[in-house]
């Protein structure tokens, strides 16, 4: 299962859910972590910040509970991907490319 999380983006095809906030998507992973084959986030959580924060509190989540799953980055925020660049590699999870109309706007 592909799960697109972002505030205003739309959720590309192929992918299954769309979650806008940090607290859902952390509920979500909790139940459905063994289904998804894919995390695909943006680091801005904008009018959901309320609800747990940036998108970068979901890594922060997931490493603290030891739960490894690909991850992708659809960002426009060049100070945030790098960020949740320095997770992902710490944390040694397997990095996707985005789709084509969603790449991000800093290199990795």
């Known amino acids: 299962m592909k799960i697109w999380i972002d505030d205003i983006r739309p959720i590309p095809e192929g992918y299954d859910v769309w979650i806008k906030r940090v607290d859902e998507a ?7 972590k063994d289904e998804i084959s894919l ?4 680091h801005d959580a904008g009018d959901y910040f309320c609800y ?3 998108y970068i509190k979901i890594l922060d989540w997931m490493e603290e509970e030891g739960i490894s799953i ?4 659809h960002s426009g925020n060049p ?15 397997k990095y996707v490319e985005s789709p084509d109309e969603y790449t991000l706007d800093v290199i990795l």
Do not use: A, N, T
């Not at 995390?39 to 943006?42: A, I, S, W, Y």
């Not at 100070?79 to 999870?93: A, D, E, L, S, T």
């Open 79 to 93: 100070y945030g991907v790098q960020r949740m660049w320095q997770i992902i590699k710490h944390c040694g999870w």
């Open 39 to 42: 995390l695909d986030l943006d």
């Open 52 to 54: 747990g924060g940036d």
């Open 70 to 73: 690909p991850i992708s980055i």
């Open 26 to 32: 952390i509920d979500f992973i909790s139940i459905h």
